[in-house]
């Protein structure tokens, strides 16, 4: 088998104490990287966005086998195709998903409602959606981070775990397709479908919060909605209306004014968050929850409050997507001028920052960075 030397951000262990520039839980250096194996390909890393799952493997929110290869938003070239036919060519431009979809199994037959059961186990384990790993370093086997491991120069990644898209799409906003519109547009499109003169609320503005209000505005002129924003942060409140916020709010002022929507979407990972959200549903709302809070977090709401005013909480993994379906979609909107996702991207990293990275979205600084490779 052929090796090749690839530079990446392997986390070393996990719950390393912040900051992160200072503990570095992730260590920059060289990985040897297997050849892609049939129906996998090699992709040159163009783009690579920093996200909260990423924090959440790196503070121990969401427990993973290391060392492991972090990274799961990422764009780039097809650099070689393994044995076997393929639907794709060298050079082309890929989009990186980090749930793939056999397509066979039951998880996949919900047409994006519930994971793919095959890519769910492989993703928990480390592995590619074929199986095993093609990472190593001084003889040591790396884990990969959910089918991706897009915090390096090069991956070798299963094809169900990528999109291809055209040229025009700039590496960076091909990335930020990957998870952050994916999961915020899929909470509304795919979940919430909403209808006319439904209010849309969006608390929690990160990255996916802010790729919902992008979405929730884009669909506005069609179905007559009123866009909502929450957060704690000013500077977030601020952009969500630059982006299409009709109305923004803190959490304390959304209380006090008691204001209220048919649909809202919880994309903080947070308890309180998801409180706050399931509050401010109308009567015969729904709340769509997307955050993904450490697994022993507990809410309380009421029960009587669900059944009485005929409100419903729906789960939304990946904003219930089915990639190779939705992005194309996603491409379309930011051609037409409707999903200007180049506007989520708030500052560029190199690999060897990715600790500060991790600061500066455990601090909620920014939207989404995105590590840039040459």
Excluded at 21 to 33: K, M, N, R, Y
Excluded at 164 to 183: H, I, S
Excluded at 201 to 211: E, H, I, N, P
Excluded at 309 to 321: D, E, H, K, N, T
Aim: glycine share 14%; aromatic share 2%; proline share 7%.
């Amino acid at each position: 088998m052929r090796i090749m030397k690839i530079r990446g951000a392997v986390l070393e262990r996990i719950g390393a104490p912040a900051p992160y520039a200072e503990s570095t839980p992730l260590v920059v250096g060289e990985l040897d990287l297997g050849e892609p194996g049939p129906g996998e390909l090699l992709v040159r890393i163009e783009a690579a966005g920093l996200c909260h799952s990423d924090l959440s493997v790196v503070d121990g929110n969401r427990v993973r086998p290391v060392p492991m290869l972090l990274g799961h938003e990422a764009a780039g070239r097809v650099e070689a195709i393994g044995p076997g036919d393929s639907d794709l060519r060298i050079g082309q431009r890929v989009v990186m998903t980090f749930l793939p979809r056999c397509g066979e199994c039951e998880g996949c037959a919900t047409n994006g409602r519930t994971p793919c059961v095959p890519g769910s186990v492989a993703n928990n384990a480390g592995e590619l959606l074929g199986g095993g790993r093609r990472l190593r370093r001084d003889g040591e086997t790396i884990q990969h981070h959910l089918g991706v491991s897009g915090f390096a120069t090069h991956a070798v990644v299963d094809r169900r775990s990528v999109v291809p898209v055209d040229d025009d799409v700039p590496p960076e906003v091909a990335a930020v397709l990957g998870c952050a519109v994916l999961t915020g547009g899929g909470a509304l499109l795919n979940s919430a479908k909403p209808g006319p003169g439904e209010r849309i609320m969006v608390v929690g503005l990160g990255g996916v919060g802010m790729a919902a209000v992008l979405v929730a505005a884009s669909v506005r002129a069609e179905f007559g909605n009123e866009v909502i924003a929450v957060d704690t942060l000013p500077e977030k409140l601020a952009l969500a209306t630059e982006l299409g916020a009709d109305r923004v709010y803190t959490p304390e002022q959304l209380t006090a004014a008691g204001i209220v929507a048919e649909i809202v979407v919880e994309a903080a990972g947070n308890v309180r968050a998801f409180e706050t959200a399931v509050a401010a549903t109308a009567p015969g709302g729904t709340t769509v929850t997307v955050g993904l809070p450490n697994p022993q977090a507990r809410a309380s709401i009421s029960p009587l409050g669900l059944v009485a005013q005929g409100r419903s909480i729906v789960g939304s993994y990946l904003g219930s997507a089915v990639p190779a379906r939705d992005i194309p979609t996603y491409v379309r909107m930011w051609r037409e001028g409707r999903l200007p996702v180049e506007r989520l991207v708030s500052s560029r990293l190199r690999l060897e920052q990715i600790n500060h990275g991790m600061d500066e979205l455990a601090a909620g600084h920014g939207l989404r960075q995105v590590v840039v490779f040459d």
